[in-house]
């Protein structure tokens, strides 16, 4: 997918999510999201990766870091969030890395109690790739871009927030027709302005 259609992508969702603020303008505070998380899981995609030193490592479709940046409409009793961002995870070492990135799209809306907000979206991953640059072992895998439930429990303090997200996602490699378990778990901090 070249750059101009993930860039479309984007513009499109965070449209979406103004587009509903504006509509309801009066009822809604909205804020700026900047975030970040770890989350753990997911299939093995390379295993048994050695290092020098004797122990070895493996690349899990779950795993990864990720930063992420959009908008957030806060109403009474709800909250409507829209981001887009980067994950990426992997195996990283001084002679070559392994890594699985994709750019997550995502869209949750929530039930607010208090500062405690119990949500439920959907994720669009873009471009999954797994890239290898390991003695031996070099080259780039593209996967579908991919559609995932995701359930997230945050909460809220004023400009910050902390959370616990559960993805459920498949990514697909049409070259096999193999399909990869992407299920994880994520902890995260946001930062609204």
Do not use: C
């Amino acid at each position: 997918m070249t750059t101009h259609k993930i860039a479309l992508a984007a513009l499109l969702a965070s449209g979406l999510t103004f587009n509903t603020v504006t509509q309801a303008q009066e009822q809604a505070q909205v804020s700026g999201i900047l975030g970040g998380g770890l989350s753990f899981g997911g299939e093995t995609l390379v295993d048994d990766i050695r290092f020098t030193d004797g122990s070895s490592d493996e690349v899990k479709t779950g795993e990864g870091f990720w930063l992420d940046f959009g908008f957030r409409a806060d109403f009474e009793e709800w909250a409507l969030k829209s981001t887009i961002g980067y994950k990426s995870g992997g195996v990283f070492a001084s002679n070559g890395d392994a890594t699985f990135s994709r750019m997550p799209l995502t869209i949750i809306g929530s039930i607010n109690n208090n500062g405690h907000l119990f949500g439920a979206g959907f994720t669009y991953e873009l471009n999954p790739e797994l890239e290898l640059d390991l003695p031996g072992l070099y080259g780039t895998a593209e996967f579908e871009n991919a559609l995932g439930l995701v359930l997230e429990y945050e909460n809220n303090y004023d400009i910050w927030a902390w959370g616990v997200r559960y993805t459920h996602i498949d990514y697909d490699y049409d070259p096999t027709g193999e399909t990869f378990d992407g299920n994880n778990i994520g902890f995260f901090f946001n930062w609204y302005f």
